[in-house]
């Protein structure tokens, strides 16, 4: 069975610039999460979805952070503008259902120069 | 508030020893309860879950846990350390009364020494 993958493994922007990372879950699996991991520091939610409708979003910065998950399936996280602060990995994650354990992809590790 | 908290940032064991790394929770529901181990620059692994039933999980590699309703605890544990353990662990808890929020502690460093 296929893993949660994520694209790009990498990537280095400038501060003010735009960046989208994008998510494909195991097949199947309804509930997909976005996490912020900053370095030494715990997963912290962003958003999470059920099929393509959200179910939380309370810790994403609005203003900056925007996801979407197309025909409940593949997600997009994008970043406009960021800020310095945004440097982590940004995993995703997804489900069988809403009450299932996770799974993880590799993540994305964001360097804001 | 839905919460899970982590007291120990690293945990030191001698190799072959018996390991606990220490879990506390907080939700106004039910929980259910996960543990994660990440490698450097990996993701996050799935160890072991409590659903309902037994106190006792087992789980991948060894590990089980302990969940104890009255301490709202969920200990992992491990009879005989290895090397090959050290690693960073997560606590994580869904909380079945609200949006079944997926949420991690700050997690603990694990260094098993030869």
């Known amino acids: 069975e296929a893993g949660v993958a994520q694209s790009p493994r990498y990537k280095i922007i400038e501060k003010r610039q735009s960046v989208a990372f994008w998510c494909n879950p195991i097949?199947?699996?309804?509930?997909l999460y976005w996490y912020q991991q900053i370095l030494g520091q715990g997963p912290k939610l962003l958003i999470q979805?059920?099929?393509?409708?959200?179910?939380?979003d309370s810790q994403l910065p609005k203003d900056r952070f925007s996801a979407e998950r197309l025909k409940g399936v593949d997600s997009t996280l994008k970043i406009q503008p960021a800020k310095l602060e945004d440097s982590a990995v940004y995993l995703c994650?997804?489900?069988?259902?809403?009450?299932?354990?996770?799974?993880f992809g590799q993540g994305t590790r964001l360097t804001v120069v | 508030a839905q919460s899970v908290a982590q007291p120990e940032d690293q945990v030191n064991v001698a190799e072959g020893n018996p390991l606990t790394v220490k879990c506390t929770y907080s939700?106004?529901?039910?929980?259910?309860l996960f543990w994660y181990v990440q490698y450097p620059n990996r993701g996050l692994q799935f160890l072991l879950k409590?659903?309902?039933?037994?106190?006792l999980v087992k789980g991948s590699y060894g590990f089980e846990a302990e969940f104890n309703k009255s301490q709202t605890s969920f200990h992992l544990k491990k009879p005989s350390a290895l090397v090959s353990d050290s690693a960073l662990y997560f606590c994580?808890?869904?909380?079945?009364?609200?949006?079944?929020?997926?949420?991690f502690g700050t997690g603990t460093r694990l260094k098993v020494l030869a």
């Open positions: 979805f059920q099929n393509n409708g959200v179910v939380d």
């Open positions: 994580a808890v869904r909380d079945l009364s609200g949006t079944y929020k997926y949420i």
């Open positions: 097949s199947g699996h309804a509930t």
């Open positions: 939700v106004s529901g039910n929980p259910y």
């Open positions: 409590y659903i309902t039933g037994d106190n």
């Open positions: 994650a997804s489900s069988l259902a809403v009450d299932t354990e996770a799974f």
